[in-house]
């Protein structure tokens, strides 16, 4: 167990709509940082907070957003969802506010949009 | 701009035969690396990494790796593959600045008895 919690594991919905998906980092960490997975893809960077700021955006579309709260947990908000949004959305946390600390991850959110 | 490139997508191995997954990364200054491995349903979960010093590292579940400069290389090695050890398994470089872990494409490992 990572210790990083994801919720919910899994959402189906449909295209145009909106979803908000959860994350809650381990115990002490400060860093939360969002992944999407898919087949074509692969890890996609999405991006990265550090105690409650923005450090490093990667591939995210403006469709979807994020944010830290004081209590470090995260949620990444998606919208206007198109069925090329399906796939694994991770979550990973750690110590510091830089990536040279290694990545604790959750289990994920699959997310399907039909 | 920072790339990993992981040749094989997928590998067959024998159970208790050796395995080496091949990393390549592209990065002008020394990196910072990392080996996840993610089972079916599972996050990932790291299994070691380098930063610097001992060009070998040890990590869990008795694998290791290799840092090559000359070679851009930082292979994944185990001596005896274990049924268990059938996941996915992906290669990471730190960007510069090191705001965001960048992973390579991934080795999908199959372990046949």
């Known amino acids: 167990d990572s210790g990083v919690t994801q919720t919910p594991k899994h959402l189906i919905t449909a295209t145009g709509q909106r979803v908000t998906l959860r994350c809650s980092p381990r115990s002490g960490d400060l860093s939360v940082y969002w992944y999407q997975q898919s087949l074509d893809q692969g890890l996609q960077f999405l991006i990265h907070?550090?105690?409650?700021?923005?450090?490093a955006k990667g591939n995210i579309l403006e469709r979807f957003s994020a944010q830290q709260f004081p209590d470090l947990h995260s949620e990444l908000n998606l919208s206007s969802l198109e069925l090329g949004d399906s796939a694994l959305y991770f979550c990973?946390?750690?110590?510091?506010?830089?990536?040279?600390?290694?990545?604790?991850f959750g289990n994920g959110t699959r997310l399907t949009v039909t | 701009a920072q790339s990993v490139t992981q040749p094989d997508i997928h590998i067959t191995v024998s159970e208790g035969a050796s395995l080496e997954l091949r990393c390549n990364y592209s990065?002008?200054?020394?990196?910072?690396l990392f080996w996840y491995v993610q089972s079916p349903g599972q996050g990932l979960q790291l299994l070691l990494k380098?930063?610097?010093?001992?060009?070998l590292v040890q990590g869990i579940k008795g694998f290791e790796a290799e840092f090559k400069r000359s070679q851009s290389s930082f292979n994944l090695r185990k001596p005896s593959v274990h049924w268990s050890d059938a996941a996915e398994y992906f290669c990471a470089v730190v960007n510069t600045g090191g705001f965001k872990t960048i992973f390579g494409a991934g080795t999908r490992l199959f372990v046949k008895a």
């Open positions: 907070y550090y105690n409650g700021e923005e450090r």
């Open positions: 990973a946390s750690s110590a510091t506010g830089t990536a040279n600390s290694p990545l604790h």
């Open positions: 990065y002008g200054a020394t990196p910072y």
């Open positions: 380098y930063f610097s010093g001992d060009t």
